[in-house]
């Protein structure tokens, strides 16, 4: 079992910048893959980014390429997402995932949900206009 807890929402003007960090624990080094999903008020769960290990490369949602940043050193530390620029269109409950399968870890792969194993409670973001 891998248990993981998102920490760092809450509210920010726009334009302004958050970070968000996942902490796994419990069998931590079986999370091959990590991601962020997002779930704005009313709409589905939608993927964000993700990654395999430092120095892999990631992948991120159209709506986010060049604002925000996922970041992992190794299966023991925090993942981190750095979002810059934010927007209201960002507001969400921002979840964390992770996988404990092999995969292609292609763009495809990573925004399926049900490749995932394991889920955080979330942390909500809120970005003001």
């Known amino acids: 079992q891998v248990q993981l807890v998102e920490s760092g929402g809450g509210l920010v003007q726009a334009g302004g910048s958050l970070r968000l960090s996942c902490a796994a624990s419990?069998?931590?080094?079986?999370?091959?893959?990590m991601a962020w999903f997002r779930q704005p008020p009313g709409k589905e769960r939608e993927p964000v980014a993700g990654?395999?290990?430092?120095?892999?490369?990631?992948y991120y949602g159209d709506s986010v390429k060049g604002r925000f940043t996922i970041s992992r050193d190794n299966a023991a530390n925090p993942v981190y997402l750095q979002m810059n620029t934010l927007e209201p269109e960002d507001t969400a409950v921002y979840y964390c995932?992770?996988?404990?399968?092999?995969?292609?870890?292609?763009?495809?792969?990573?925004?399926?949900?049900?490749?995932?194993?394991?889920w955080g409670e979330g942390t909500q973001v809120t970005v003001s206009s």
């Open positions: 419990g069998r931590a080094s079986s999370a091959y893959y």
């Open positions: 990654i395999r290990s430092a120095g892999s490369s990631a």
């Open positions: 995932a992770a996988a404990s399968r092999m995969g292609p870890y292609s763009s495809n792969w990573s925004k399926d949900r049900d490749n995932y194993d394991y």
